[in-house]
Structures are given as structure tokens and as C-alpha cells.
């Protein structure tokens, strides 16, 4: 059994930082695609940042500049640096990984999700 647990969410001004992590445990043989996803109040779910185990980083264009991802491939865990944080990154942050667990073939799998609140 795959989980991921999310830890760093919480509350915080306009232009304040937040680092966000998610750590996966199991039996795991490996990770490809590690991410993050959020979703406000009466929105859909959206991409934020994607980190390939190539080494290739993707980020939403609300994002780029302000936000960084990154990965420790021996912790199988992903990190999200937020900067220069705004009204609108109000959110559930949820990590998204692509899992292979050994003996097993690749699953998605999600966080259970945490709250970012930017007000002042």
C-alpha cells in the first residue's frame, strides 16, 4: 500500500512564503512524475508544478516565477517553495505522484491534501 502524506500548509500573508512537502511510503520500486495540484472553493482541480524524474520542470503560468518545485528521489518525496504568495493561491494543495510499487505496475496516486490560506 502507496500513501502520501503532505505536511506544510497553513496560514499566511500576501508576499509571505510557504514550503509545502509530500513524502511517499510503501513498497515502492519507484517514481516517475511527482506534482502538485490545487483546487479552490468552486473551482476545478489544476496543475501547479510537475517535476519529471528527467529532470524537466513544468509550471502553471499563475505560478512560473514565484513557485518552485523540487525532488529528493532517495526520500521519494516533492517539495513546492511558494514566494511571493497571493490572494488568489488560496487553496487545497494536493501532491500527485506516479508510483510503481514493487511487484506492481504504475498507479497515480494523490495526498490527502493541504490548505493554503494567503489573507491579511
Known amino acids: 500500500q502507496v500513501q502520501l502524506v503532505e505536511s506544510g500548509g497553513g496560514l499566511v500573508q500576501p508576499g509571505g512564503s510557504l514550503r509545502l512537502s509530500c513524502a511517499a511510503s510503501?513498497?515502492?520500486?519507484?517514481?516517475?512524475?511527482m506534482g502538485w495540484y490545487r483546487q479552490a472553493p468552486g473551482m476545478e482541480r489544476e496543475m501547479v508544478a510537475v517535476a519529471y524524474k528527467g529532470g524537466a520542470r513544468v509550471y502553471a503560468d499563475s505560478v512560473r516565477g514565484r513557485f518552485r518545485v523540487s525532488r529528493d528521489n532517495s526520500l521519494n518525496t516533492v517539495y513546492l517553495q511558494m514566494n511571493s504568495l497571493k490572494l488568489e493561491d488560496t487553496a487545497v494543495y494536493y501532491c500527485?505522484?506516479?508510483?510503481?510499487?514493487?511487484?506492481?505496475?504504475?498507479?497515480?496516486?494523490w495526498g490527502q491534501g493541504t490548505q493554503v490560506t494567503v489573507s491579511s
Open positions: 510503501g513498497s515502492i520500486f519507484s517514481v516517475d512524475t
Open positions: 500527485n505522484m506516479e508510483v510503481r510499487p514493487t511487484g506492481a505496475s504504475s498507479s497515480t496516486y
